[in-house]
């Protein structure tokens, strides 16, 4: 299905504080958003082509995440078109702790609803920075940390933490959302990988019987008041096989945000199968749902079998109930 963006006219720009100056996006609550002509972007399933992304501004953006949040990339940045919606960049951090965030940065070309951007139920606020950015902070105790820049550039950043239910943990968050807002409020110039360096993200470290695998990646589901998705990694080897999982839910305008997570690791196996979980809302109608694969691997004393890009599976529209 394909997506009008609805134009606004001119007015005076009261968030970026200049008269007479061509309105830009701005996150606003649902009533204005439907009451300016726009449909709900959850309803709406978006078609997207994904690869890996690539190219210098990619390269600092990414070193820019590091260096603010002391993380590190997990994996290979993602590139999804969705037409006339836009391009997003989303890179995927972790700490040695095993902290986890998802960071999300595309162009804004309507406003975006508050609830694009929070949880029913999170303790959220919205506000203006001193630069003229506004700032959408959402901490909910089950489904974590939702920090959002839109900067006067036009760059919607949402940095996602699934795992990170404290007021501490939205307050440090906020403070690597903020920084990077002030120092790149810029759009970051976004190269797709080809095809055929593609095949340079799989990696396979050693010479004669290296291990390999495959990966099934499959549709959500529901089953009594949960969405689950299970996934499956089999190689050709045994050795010390890892795989991680996440449900993942569209909220519109290319913003998909985690609800579950798990990831395990065994030893001395050929397989692995890992299901992740959430207890959905019943009553809350039909939501776009995804899984998407970060992590995976196979080691053993023959080499190591590795992919170093995210994949995500296909698309179901699910009813909790």
Request: net charge negative; charged share 20%.
């Amino acid at each position: 299905m394909s997506f009008t963006v609805h134009q606004k006219p001119l007015r005076t720009n009261a968030f970026a504080g200049e008269s007479g100056a061509e309105v830009m996006p701005e996150i606003v609550s649902d009533e204005q958003y439907l009451a300016d002509g726009n449909v709900d972007p959850k309803t709406i399933d978006p078609v997207i082509e994904a690869t890996p992304a690539a190219g210098s501004g990619v390269d600092t953006f990414t070193s820019l995440l590091s260096e603010v949040s002391g993380m590190s990339a997990s994996s290979a940045p993602i590139s999804e078109n969705y037409g006339e919606i836009g391009q997003t960049l989303v890179v995927d951090l972790d700490s040695e702790l095993g902290d986890q965030v998802s960071v999300t940065r595309v162009a804004a070309k309507t406003d975006i609803p508050q609830s694009t951007l929070s949880d029913d139920g999170a303790q959220k606020s919205l506000s203006v920075l001193p630069n003229g950015s506004q700032l959408m902070t959402s901490l909910h105790p089950e489904t974590g940390v939702m920090v959002s820049t839109l900067s006067r550039k036009g760059q919607l950043t949402v940095w996602n933490a699934l795992n990170a239910t404290t007021e501490d943990d939205l307050t440090r968050i906020t403070q690597w959302a903020t920084e990077v807002d002030s120092r790149q409020p810029e759009a970051v110039e976004v190269q797709t990988v080809s095809a055929s360096r593609q095949s340079e993200l799989v990696g396979i470290q050693a010479a004669s019987a290296a291990p390999s695998c495959y990966l099934t990646i499959n549709k959500p589901y529901t089953k009594s008041g949960r969405v689950e998705v299970s996934n499956r990694l089999l190689c050709n080897q045994n050795g010390r096989i890892k795989l991680d999982s996440y449900i993942e839910q569209y909220r519109g305008l290319g913003i998909w945000v985690s609800k579950a997570s798990n990831a395990a690791q065994k030893e001395n196996i050929s397989y692995i199968w890992v299901t992740a979980s959430w207890k959905c809302s019943v009553g809350a109608g039909s939501q776009l749902y995804r899984t998407r694969i970060i992590q995976r691997s196979l080691r053993n004393s023959n080499g190591v079998w590795y992919e170093t890009h995210g994949i995500m599976g296909p698309q179901v529209r699910l009813t909790c109930g």
